[in-house]
């Protein structure tokens, strides 16, 4: 299965968010910047939610955090590139793409609750934004990037919900 519908109390489809594809991984870079693939892109798909939920809590020198696309020759930023400080967050903590591509990743710690809504009312929560593969069945990844100036530490469980826009257009994680 490349993606599943998320289902309400009653197991039944959830179809009007689209295709969620999830994916965990542990951060484990030494003294340098890392770049975790986290979802394949096959084809073009529109993606309506990507971030992570922290699941190990992170150590305390997780910095730059950012999302971006790459196609094994080029690096588009999904987010702005110096990113965002991640550092000591919890486990529950939530990272996340929730604006245009020059706004910073979204970190919302648990360390005290959270509340946010939309900047606008009746705007989404989510910016939503499109993909494409590279032409040629070239692997074209969604990637975790961050910073650590010592022994990195810590897992987080990746989400992305997608609509295949082509006839084969789908994300798989990796």
Do not use: W
């Amino acid at each position: 299965m490349i993606g599943s519908f998320s289902r309400d109390d009653n197991h039944v489809p959830i179809t009007d968010g689209g295709l969620t594809v999830l994916n965990s991984k542990s951060l484990v870079a030494n003294n340098t910047t890392a770049s975790v693939p986290i979802f394949k892109v096959t084809g073009t798909v529109l993606v309506r939610r990507l971030g992570g939920v922290v699941t190990t809590a992170l150590s305390s020198n997780v910095t730059a955090v950012s999302f971006r696309l790459n196609d094994q020759t080029a690096q588009t930023y999904l987010t702005v590139i110096a990113g965002t400080t991640a550092s000591s967050i919890p486990s529950g903590s939530v990272i996340e793409k929730r604006d245009l591509a020059g706004v910073a990743v979204d970190v919302d710690t648990t360390a005290a609750a959270v509340f946010e809504e939309a900047a606008t009312a009746g705007l989404p929560y989510y910016q939503e934004f499109r993909l494409n593969q590279k032409t040629g069945g070239i692997e074209t990844d969604i990637e975790f990037k961050y910073t650590c100036n010592n022994q990195a530490s810590g897992a987080i469980q990746f989400f992305c919900t997608y609509i295949p826009i082509s006839i084969d257009g789908s994300l798989t994680a990796l």
